[in-house]
Nanobody, 122 residues
Framework: QVQLVESGGGLVQPGGSLRLSCAAS????????MGWYRQAPGKQRELVAA???????KYADSVKGRFTISRDNAKNTVYLQMDSLKPEDTAVYYC????????????????WGQGTQVTVSS
């Protein structure tokens, strides 16, 4: 049974930092492309950051320079380090994986975590 379990969300003040983790089980993590998506109230889910099975990364323009995605294949875990957080980063953040992908996640098929709430507010 495939599981993606996110952790690390919470309430933080503007300018603060959070580190999200997503622990995967039931999949061959080393050949799985991973991504972090977010969905704010009333908005569509959007891709925030992605990492290929080979470790190449890309970011949404809105988070470039502030967020860092990384993966540890030995721990079957992908991370999202979020710095200089802004109120507009408030959303539910979802981990997503697509196994046997040589490229980026597409957001279709694959596996999803349950989501973790990130709230940026003073």
């Amino acid at each position: 049974q495939v599981q993606l379990v996110e952790s690390g969300g919470g309430l933080v003040q503007p300018g603060g930092s959070l580190r999200l983790s997503c622990a995967a089980s039931g999949i061959i993590f080393s050949i799985t492309a991973m991504g972090w998506y977010r969905q704010a109230p009333g908005k569509q889910r959007e891709l925030v950051a992605a990492i290929t099975s080979g470790g190449t990364t890309k970011y949404a323009d809105s988070v470039k320079g502030r967020f860092t995605i990384s993966r540890d294949n030995a721990k079957n875990t992908v991370y999202l380090q979020m710095d200089s957080l802004k109120p507009e980063d408030t959303a539910v953040y979802y981990c997503h994986g697509e196994t046997a992908s040589l490229g980026w996640v597409t957001g279709k098929g694959g596996y999803w975590g349950q989501g973790t709430q990130v709230t940026v507010s003073s």
